[in-house]
């Protein structure tokens, strides 16, 4: 497909503000951690004079000795916690990256999954492009979904994937302005208790407050590839801190909402 072609199309250019590239882990397996913090080492954008930093908020189950490395500022999630009193999360450690932060634009990236190379220059274009421009966000192909392997035979229902991907912004290819996430106030840190609240905090609320403030651009070129292996989750549960998904139909309701409030909206 020519879309996904064009994320491994060389692309690159000067960048007028500073950008930190967030990774929040805990419980990855070191082999997914270092898969992921090496395609973003490779970006086009990465390797420039453009002011990039890669940032990884590790909580516990990370190998910080082996992976610390790969990047240029490690943040612990746990020894935070206690000096800023701030429940143990998924949200937090987003919301850690923001007060340490001194970028101008935060990117967030996902420790399971892999970007190609282009993935930060389309991500990012957008800002130059327009006024007004607070967030951007993509789209990810989950390898180890049984849905792609419809969209394999039926290639039209990608088109209606990205119906959904526009009603949500995900912490796994998405982008943001510093100052706006604080002017929304932030993520609501008391929505971790199970799965279901979670992703609607993370990927419909701070969608729907971002678009009271400014533009918000779906990026189709910034796509990332993810590989969740079942087994693997259940092994090292959700960061211990939220209870995952009691049923697919739970799942499914839960998406159903947050697109259907979107186009509501």
Known sequence: MELLEK?????????????????????????????CVRTLRSQYMYNTNNSIRLVLVYGDGVDID??????DLVIPENELCRVYKLPRGKLTARHIAYMLSDADIVVSADADCLYPPAWLSWLLKPYL?????????SWSINIGDDIWKLIDLFPPLLDFSHIYYRCVISART???????????????????????????????????????IGKVIYVEEAYCIEYNDPDELKKRGLRKTTKSWKSLSEK????????LENILS
């Not at 499914?252 to 909402?257: E, N």
């Open 7 to 35: 994320g491994f199309e060389p692309f690159y250019y000067r960048f007028p503000y500073n950008v930190d590239v967030i990774v929040c882990a805990a419980y990855e397996s070191t082999s997914k951690l270092l898969a």
């Open 66 to 71: 082996t992976v610390g490395k790969m990047f």
């Open 129 to 137: 492009e327009e006024e007004n421009v607070v967030a951007t966000h």
């Open 174 to 212: 998405s982008s943001m302005k510093r100052e706006a996430y604080f002017q929304i106030g932030g993520f609501d840190l008391t929505k971790q208790g199970n799965i279901a609240e979670l992703w609607y905090e993370e990927e419909h609320n701070l969608l729907r407050r971002l678009k009271k």
């Open 252 to 259: 499914f309701i839960s998406a159903l909402r947050m697109w």
